[in-house]
């Protein structure tokens, strides 16, 4: 399976800016998704990021809050913006399995920590 | 849409003994549940999952049972030891063989504590 390399690990960052997190795969995937888990709380989809057109959102995130870049089939990031104390989750960049699979290889997560 | 349910939240046992964790759903249409499992400052991993097409699935100590009349599926581990404490999910989506895929609703997790 698929080896997803996540920067930062964790950060702790002041209420209003921004924070950008990398995620790097070893392999080249059509898609790459974004989740968020809030402490708690299960593993919400954000956005499936596509190479070489818009990322699609999920009901109740917006592309102004969460941009999300994909400049190759290998990297994406995903931005935080105008960051508030519930932004405070870990962020989990994941990839599919093979052809016609349902298998999810995350990467070890990004931890916000928002003051 | 999918609506999963997970419960216990926390569960503690002792080592040897034998842990499970149920979760409901609620879209019939659903026929895909995988299992994670999250150690501390890792991402979640796969570690056993069932097609609608089974009642059961068994990997060492780990088994998956299904009941697709009651929607409703559970997670065993017997014989636990202190290397299975971690968080687990379960997951529910509609999956198509070599056609679109729904994408993964999770439950909120169980953290799961085996004493030595």
């Known amino acids: 399976s698929a080896v997803i390399s996540q920067k930062p690990s964790r950060d702790i960052c002041q209420r209003g800016t921004s924070l950008t997190i990398q995620c790097q795969v070893d392999s080249q995937v059509t898609m790459m998704f974004w989740y968020r888990q809030q402490p708690g709380q299960s593993l919400t989809l954000i956005a499936t990021?596509?190479?070489?057109?818009?990322?699609?959102?999920e009901s109740g995130f917006v592309i102004d809050k969460f941009p999300i870049s994909r400049p190759n089939l290998t990297f994406s990031t995903l931005t935080v913006s105008n960051m508030s104390p519930e932004d405070s989750s870990i962020y989990l960049c994941s990839v599919k399995g093979g052809a016609g699979a349902n298998v999810l290889t995350f990467g070890a997560g990004s931890r916000l920590t928002v003051l | 849409g999918e609506n999963v349910e997970q419960h216990p939240s926390t569960l503690s046992v002792q080592e040897g003994d034998s842990a499970v964790i149920k979760c409901t759903y609620s879209?019939?249409?659903?026929?895909?549940f995988p299992w994670y499992k999250q150690e501390l400052g890792k991402g979640p991993q796969l570690i056993i999952d069932i097609r609608s097409n089974v009642g059961e699935k068994k990997d060492q100590r780990i088994a998956v049972t299904l009941n697709k009349t009651a929607k409703h599926f559970s997670l065993h581990i017997t014989e636990t030891q202190p290397e299975d404490s971690a968080v687990y999910f379960c997951?529910?989506?509609?999956?198509?063989?070599?056609?679109?895929?729904?994408?993964?609703?999770f439950g909120k997790g169980t953290k799961l504590s085996v004493k030595p």
């Open positions: 879209d019939s249409a659903s026929n895909y």
């Open positions: 997951a529910a989506s509609i999956w198509n063989y070599g056609g679109s895929q729904g994408n993964l609703i």
């Open positions: 990021a596509n190479q070489g057109s818009e990322a699609t959102y």
